[in-house]
Structures are given as C-alpha cells and as structure tokens.
C-alpha cells in the first residue's frame, strides 16, 4: 500500500480546446477559477482537426483568468523543441503571474498521427526510445529554466543535443514538470526525474493506480529520491445522479467514498474532474471538493497541508532558525526560499548582495500582519522590508534572515480629483507614479530615479527634481496606512494616531510597514530638463560657484551634480542635472543660465519634456547586486569655500568614485522644523559620497567633510553606527522618537535599519 504522500489536495478541470467555439474552453476555465478550483487543464491532441492549439489556448486564457493555474494534458512534447517549450513556460509563467506548470506525455497513440511522426524528423519512435527522448527532454527544460545559472546550457543526449544555448528567462515560479502515461518505462522516469505523474483513472480497474506508484516509487528510491516528493495526479470523469449506480455515479456522497481510497490509501494529490458540463464542475467544486478534504483529514493521521510543499532539493538549502514549516498559510504559497527558482529575483536589493533565508511576500495589511506575526517569532534573525529594493543602506535584505516584501503592493489611485489626493501601495516605483500622475497634469515630487520603490523613499523623505519647488515628498503625505509591530493595522494623520503620523515622516522604517499612503499632488505640466557636462579642472571653485548659482535661483529650478575620481590623462568633468517647472523656453532658460555659466562646459542638452519622461530612467530587471555599499552622507546649508577645498581633496583622494550633491532648501525651508521627523529644514544641499573601502572612506569623510555637515538623510547612509542616528535627528526630535519607539515598538521588531532604541524610561506601569 503506497498510502498518502502528504501534499496539499488540489482539485482541477480537464476542458477539451474545442474550436467551433472558440470561447466555449475560455468560458469553463474562469468557470473553473471562480468556483475555486486550483488548476485548469486542456487536452493536448495535435491530431484532433476539431482542437484549438494547445499551447496557444494556455496563452489566452492565462490573460483571461487571475488565480488559477494552467497546464497541458498532457503536452505532446514530440511535437516541440525541448528547449522551446522551456522558454514558452517561462514565459508564459512570467506571464500569467507564476501559474504555468508542464505536464509532459510522448504523444498521440496513434503511429501515424503528428506527434509520432514528428518525432525524430519524421521516423517513428519505438516506445523504448520515446521515453528515452521526454528523458532527455525534462533534462533540457530544467538547464533551459535554471536561469541563475550563467552559463550557457550544453547538453549531448542522444535525441537532443544544445551547443551553447542561451536559459531562461527565469520563471516566476517553480514549475513543476509532471508526466503522463502508463507504460512502466515512463513510470520508471516519472521516478527518477518527474515532480508528478499524470494519469488517466481506469475505472474498471481503479487498481491500477496502486501498481503504478509502485513502480514511481521504487524508481525513486532507486534514484535516491524520496516518492514522496512525487505528486500524483488523476484525471477522473463521472456522473452524478440521484442513487448511487457505480462508481463515480451517483450523488455526490457516492463520488466521496469512491474518491477518498484514492486519496488515503493511493496517495492522489490532485484529482482533475474530466468535463464540460458546467453543472458537473459546480457540483464537484460545491459537495465533492471540500467533503473530500474533510473526509481525507479525518481518515489520515494528520490533516493534509493547506499549502504547497518543497522538494528534497529546496528543503536541503533551507537556513538554520526558521520554522519553514509553519509560514502562514495566507502567504506560503508565495514565500521564496533559497532554493527556489525565483529566488535569484528577491535575495539582493539595488546596491547589497543578499541572502536571506525566507522572503515573504503578503498582499494585503492583513498578510503583513501575518508575516509580523512569524517575524517576532523570529526575532533572532535579521529582519528586512522590502518595497522597490533601493535602500542604499541594504538592510531591505540580510543573510539568513527574513524579508517581508511588500513589493506586490503597488497600486496608484486617484482618491479626490478636486483634492489632488492619490493613494499609493509602498511596492510602487516612482517611474510608476509619475506615469500614472501625468495624464492628470500632475506630479509627486520624489527621487531622481525611477526605479525607487515609494515604501522606502516615503518613509524617510524624498529629496527629488522638484525639491526646491514643491518640498519634500514626506511633505505631501496626508495619511498612510500601516501595520505596527504587534499586528495592529492602523490609520496615521493629522487627526489619527498624530504622533505615530509625526514619526513616520522621516522616521517610518522604525514604527511598522506602510502598506499604503495617501499624498496630496502638485499640478505640473511640461517641465525643463538639463544635463551639463562642466569642466571640474577647478573642483573647490566649481562647487561654491554652482552653490551659489543654485541658493540665488528661484526655486522652480532644483539641480544636482555628480563629481568622480580623477581620471588619468582625461579632463575632470562634473555632470550638472538640473530641472526648472516652467514650460516657457523663456523662463527655463533665464534660470539655467548662471547654473551654466559656474564652469566651462563640454556639452550641454536643454529639452522641454514632462516629469514622467525624465523619471522612465529604470530598467525592470531584477536587482543582482552583490557586496556591501559603502557610503557617506549630510546635509549642509551652504557650499562654502572651506567645505569645497575639503571636497576636493576627498575626490583628489581617488577613494570616491560617486560624489553627488543634490540641492533643497526652498519650499523645503517653509515646513517647521518640528512638523515631522524630518527636521533639518534649514539645509540647502545633500552630500553623499560613495567609495569602495570602509575604513579609507569613513576616515577622510570624517577627516574633512564632517565638521562642515549639519545633520544628515539616512537614505544615503550605509555607516549604521549609532552616531548616524544622531545626526539624522536632532536631540529633541530624537527623544520623541525613543518615546514613540518605546509606545509602538517597545522589543525592537523594526530594528535592522537605524534602529531608534526605545526609550524604557518613558514605559507606564500598568
Ligand atoms: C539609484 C538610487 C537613486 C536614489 N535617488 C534618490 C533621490 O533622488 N532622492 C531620495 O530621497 N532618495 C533617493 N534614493 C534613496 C532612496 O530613497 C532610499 O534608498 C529608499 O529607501 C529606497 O526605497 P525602496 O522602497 O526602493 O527601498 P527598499 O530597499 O525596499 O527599502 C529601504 C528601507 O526602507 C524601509 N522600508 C521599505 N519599505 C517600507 C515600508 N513599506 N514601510 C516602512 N518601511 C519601509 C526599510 O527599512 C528598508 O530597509 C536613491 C536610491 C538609489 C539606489
């Protein structure tokens, strides 16, 4: 008895891709979705005149449908190029949001039909060698899929052979590759090399299911695997009626008891309901689905898993500490472990090399509350929160901690048209934003790079292209929407939790996860936008000249430059940025000018564009850093000719290789210091240097820039010293904030990213 292998119990449809009509297949899977079956199935018979295509059918109801899983049943793998399928499921599983699986079969029974044919250019295949070929072929998929690999994917079988093939792309998930048949050959591979087996119930001879997963399962071991990592798949058909006629027909009480031995005793993991009779499939999802899951809970020692289980392989890279196994239902399906495939997307962020032990990925509040909730379990580890992956200080990820990721939190809402008042989920990118502002005619003033996430920018200030016009981005912000330590979801603003809304600006990534914040906008229209670049021969001169320049404009125009190390033979060249929110070329140019004038210039661009424009400045790959960051950063009032001298001798130095400094001051200055966490309105510029060794950077920064720095914006910092922490806030501001840390996060759950330490001395005795 090969009894159950423990995976969750999943229910399907087997729908025939019929083309008379075209939507009927359409229709039954969103049918399918809606009555919460988890997987969809279409035949896969390539020498069936009445079919649609297959693999083209996957593609259109996966855009059609949101949830539900798809796959092939089963894909005539003959038919296709081993190392084109993989791309298709890749692609089609980025596509459709992780829900491609592959069930793969030799083909049609039929010796002279497509498939046979097909095989081997046109010779048949005998069995033997047919399986031999989907052997070779799950070979192939797996090299094609495994995109973390960087080389390309050789591979000399005796069917297939790829001479330097290119992978990926890497799918969203991992898909599992079943195989359909019978034949013992085929159920000997599934042992050896499948994640599930695929077959068609006999009812005459329900049996048989007993013997195949002998035979699965003896391969397995025999290949040093464990049978249990095999899910088994069933497709069955029936009938209901009103008094019980045999099996599968009958009520669906009858359909139960038949199914549940299949369950218990066979180890079925999915039972795929052959029809395209709407009734059918209701009835099965409504009385058969879920009385067999209880029934299957019951007759079992222990209840079946509500979520998906890992393999061998993925288990055997798990971490240390963490309780894998008890990952709240509401976000294990989409958890990333190290040894998942999709992992070399989430592990670093932008600029630090990561590897955490556990990424979870909630939706909503509640599943951030969830994740919380496992965090403090683990509150021996790092823990990270990750909205665009930007953070300069890295700490949105760790090694062998978690990362809470509240990326897939990123929707862009118009709340009030009147009030200029949109809501924005922390996992929005501010190229996002400004494309979705644009067509209002309006903007958000943020970064300067579109691909920063809004979680993190809009937690600790948001110095962007419109700084010295509109202010801060935290000075638009009207209320967010987060989850605190213990769980609590909680509303902050002027008027709700006012303190903790206090806090958050500047200060946000010590009280909670923001899963939603409401700003107030700016009309914006067409925009001025300069790029210089300028002669640095005269680093010191060049930096008072251009701050001056910048402090005398009016403040539509906001401007940064990036200075570098010297370059052996070549000319020192600064890059002068600057934006004006004007669109009249009058205007733009007036204020351009002295910002041109500070030096000689090599080359200069002026266009008239929108803000979105500028801000599409981000590609969407997956951020593959490696390594730590190594920065220094302040804030200063005014670029005076001591603080230039000492900036010219720290680039002179040739240990920064990134010197960047961005003006603030205007609309910046108008907010009391003490409206919000934020307090250092009285600076004009921010300074960051970015070097590639610790000590020599941290040495000269404090050597020569220091004592001419007033405060500092964490968002640049990478030195996590407690010292930091001080510059960021001044005294008294620093003190309200022991006092809210100690109110809202009195144990420190958010502590890896300059940690306030809570202030025990304001605790009340209850
Ligand atoms: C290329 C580049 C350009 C930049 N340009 C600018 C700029 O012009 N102006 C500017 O002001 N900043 C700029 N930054 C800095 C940027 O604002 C910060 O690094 C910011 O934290 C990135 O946000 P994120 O969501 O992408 O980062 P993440 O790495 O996801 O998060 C960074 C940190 O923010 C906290 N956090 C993230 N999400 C949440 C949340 N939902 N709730 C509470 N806390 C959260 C966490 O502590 C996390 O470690 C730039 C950064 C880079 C890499």
Not at 161 to 172: F, H, K, N, Y
Not at 693 to 705: E, F, K, N, Q, S
Not at 719 to 733: G, K, Q, V
Request: charged share 20%; hydrophobic share 45%.
């Amino acid at each position: 008895m090969s009894g159950n292998y423990g995976h969750r119990l999943e229910f399907g449809t087997l729908v025939t891709p019929v083309n008379a009509s075209p939507d009927t297949p359409v229709a039954l899977a969103r049918r399918s979705e809606a009555l919460g079956y988890d997987l969809v199935t279409f035949v896969d018979d390539p020498d069936q005149p009445a079919h649609l295509d297959t693999w083209t059918l996957l593609a259109w109801v996966a855009g059609r449908t949101d949830r539900i899983h798809l796959a092939a049943n089963v894909l005539t793998v003959p038919l296709r190029s081993p190392a084109v399928i993989a791309r298709s499921a890749a692609s089609l599983d980025l596509l459709s949001g992780g829900r491609l699986e592959l069930a793969l079969g030799t083909g049609g029974r039929d010796p002279d039909g497509l498939a046979a044919v097909a095989a081997r250019g046109g010779a048949r295949l005998d069995p033997r060698a047919a399986v031999d070929a989907l052997g070779e072929s799950i070979d192939v998929v797996r090299a094609v899929l495994d995109a973390g690999d960087p080389d390309p994917v050789r591979y000399d079988g005796e069917h297939h052979r790829l001479d330097g093939a290119p992978r990926g792309p890497l799918p969203a998930h991992h898909i599992p590759i079943w195989l359909g048949g019978t034949d013992p050959r085929l159920l000997r591979l599934v042992g050896a090399k499948a994640d599930g087996w695929l077959a068609t119930l006999d009812p005459a001879d329900p049996d048989a299911v007993r013997t195949s997963n002998k035979i699965i399962d003896e391969a397995a071991r025999a290949a040093g695997r464990d049978p249990a990592e095999i899910r088994r798949l069933l497709n069955v058909s029936g009938r209901f009626s009103a008094t019980r006629q045999g099996f599968l027909n009958g009520p669906a009480a009858g359909w139960v008891e038949d199914l549940l031995p299949l369950v218990v005793e066979n180890g079925v993991g999915t039972i795929i309901l052959t029809t395209d009779d709407v009734a059918t499939m209701e009835r099965f999802a409504r009385e058969v689905a879920p009385a067999l899951r209880e029934a299957a809970d019951r007759a079992l020692p222990a209840p079946l898993p509500r979520t998906a289980q890992r393999g061998v392989a993925v288990r055997a890279k798990r971490r240390p500490g963490i309780a894998y196994d008890e990952v709240p239902a509401s976000l294990a399906d989409r958890a990333v472990e190290p040894g998942d495939v999709d992992y070399a997307r989430v592990k670093s962020n932008y600029l630090r090399g990561g590897a955490p032990g556990l990424v979870l990925r909630p939706r909503t509040p509640a599943e951030v509350a969830d994740a919380l909730t496992f965090a403090r379990a683990h509150r021996h580890l790092p823990l990270g929160i990750r909205s665009g992956g930007h953070g300069i200080s890295g700490r949105s990820t760790n090694d062998g901690g978690i990362v809470i990721d509240v990326g897939g939190i990123n929707g862009i809402e118009v709340l009030d048209e009147d009030a200029r008042l949109v809501r924005i989920g922390p996992g929005a990118r501010w190229m996002d934003v400004a494309a979705a502002l644009a067509p209002h005619g309006w903007a958000l003033t943020s970064g300067d790079y579109g691909g920063v996430g809004v979680g993190g920018l809009a937690t600790a200030g948001g110095v962007g292209w419109l700084a010295r016009k509109h202010g801060l981005t935290i000075d638009h912000l009207r209320a967010v929407e987060m989850v605190l330590a213990d769980g609590r979801v909680v509303r902050a603003s002027e008027t709700e939790n006012a303190d903790l809304f206090w806090a958050v600006r500047g200060a946000g990534a010590n009280f909670g996860v923001v899963t939603a914040f409401e700003f107030e906008v700016d009309e914006v229209g067409p925009v001025g936008w300069a790029q210089f670049a300028l002669d640095a021969g005269d680093p010191a001169g060049l930096l008072t000249r251009w701050g001056a320049a910048v402090e005398a404009a009016p403040r539509d125009l906001t401007s940064a430059m990036i200075m570098g190390p010297p370059r052996l033979g070549q000319p020192a060249v600064a890059q002068v940025m600057a934006m004006v929110d004007s669109d009249d070329p009058a205007t733009i140019v007036a204020q351009l000018q002295p910002v041109a004038d500070v030096a000689p210039g090599y080359d200069q661009q002026v266009v008239i564009t929108s803000y979105a424009s500028v801000m599409a400045n981000a590609s969407d790959a997956p951020h593959q850093a490696q390594g730590e960051p190594i920065s220094r950063t302040g804030l200063i009032e005014h670029l005076t000719p001591e603080f230039a001298a000492a900036a010219a001798r720290l680039l002179a130095s040739g240990v920064v290789y990134f010197f960047h400094i961005r003006s603030i001051g205007g609309a910046v200055t108008d907010i009391d210091p003490d409206a919000m966490a934020w307090s250092h309105r009285n600076a004009n510029f921010h300074v960051t240097a970015f070097g590639r060794h610790r000590a020599r950077l941290d040495a000269l920064w404090d050597g020569l820039l220091a004592e001419h720095l007033r405060g500092t914006y964490l968002s640049f910092e990478t030195d996590l010293r407690p010292e930091r922490l001080a510059e960021a806030f001044p005294p008294r501001t620093l003190a309200r904030l022991r006092t809210l840390k100690e109110r809202y996060d009195p144990d420190g759950l958010f502590r890896d990213n300059f940690a306030i330490t809570p202030d025990t001395a304001s605790r009340t005795t209850p």
